[in-house]
């Protein structure tokens, strides 16, 4: 079986250098760094003063010798990128877990759930779940398509947009608040029905056809969805 080959994104490290080399051998230092781009970390005795990206590592490590941090911070480290499509992403994601000293504001990302109001949502159904299973209410039937009521109506709570690929081209389509789906002006009960209109009728499992943005750019196959039940 053929290993995927992995995408990377650090190419190159310098760690836990004394600041003073910055000064004694910039010489050297400014072969490696001037120019690059990547993240650094700043030091002081062991322990993470500050996190920061740059366009021009060598610049602005020497910056830091002259600005507010100077004589903060007696080590750094660099990790040179190979190109700059995620040093932001990287450097927000460190900032928010180490949440350096040094660092007046934290990380953002440039799309990111926080999942904290679904977790609310999710908490309160869940607590009310069991409050009923307390008092010995019966819990609902599971919808089928033979009831006549959408199969996703169990599995969403709000409008979510659907992508499909069929021949080459890109299909959009929506489950509306109440689990039917929408397509080509039409309302379909099953993600199956909706996706066979591709075909002129023939089966297909819309189940693996569609696909659902379960976290923003993260777009995965609809089946998934019946997962996180």
Not at 3 to 15: D, F, I
Not at 110 to 121: G, H, P, Q, S, T
Not at 150 to 179: D, E, F, H, I, S
Not at 198 to 210: E, I, Q, T
């Amino acid at each position: 079986m053929r290993r995927r080959k992995r995408e990377q994104l650090v190419c190159q490290m310098l760690e836990r250098l004394g600041a003073k080399a910055l000064e004694e051998h910039q010489g050297i230092i400014r072969r490696y760094v001037r120019g690059r781009h990547g993240v650094y970390a700043l030091y002081r005795n062991e322990r993470l003063y500050y996190v920061g990206l740059a366009r021009n590592l060598h610049g602005r490590l020497r910056q830091h010798l002259r600005d507010r941090h100077r004589r903060r911070w007696d080590r750094f480290s660099v990790y040179l990128t190979v190109g700059d499509s995620f040093v932001k992403e990287m450097e927000s994601l460190l900032l928010r877990i180490a949440r350096p000293q040094g660092n007046k504001l934290p990380g953002k990302f440039i799309r990111c759930e926080d999942l904290r109001r679904r977790f609310k949502r999710d908490y309160a159904a869940d607590s009310a779940e069991r409050f009923r299973q307390l008092v010995g209410r019966p819990q609902a039937d599971v919808i089928s398509v033979a009831d006549g009521q959408p199969l996703l109506r169990q599995y969403v709570t709000r409008a979510t947009p659907l992508r499909g690929k069929y021949k080459g081209n890109l299909y959009k389509a929506r489950v509306q608040k109440n689990g039917a789906i929408r397509f080509r002006g039409r309302v379909f009960n099953s993600p199956s029905a909706a996706a066979s209109t591709l075909r002129k009728g023939m089966p297909c499992n819309g189940w693996s056809f569609w696909r659902y943005e379960r976290a923003p750019g993260d777009w995965v196959p609809l089946s998934e969805i019946r997962r996180n039940r």
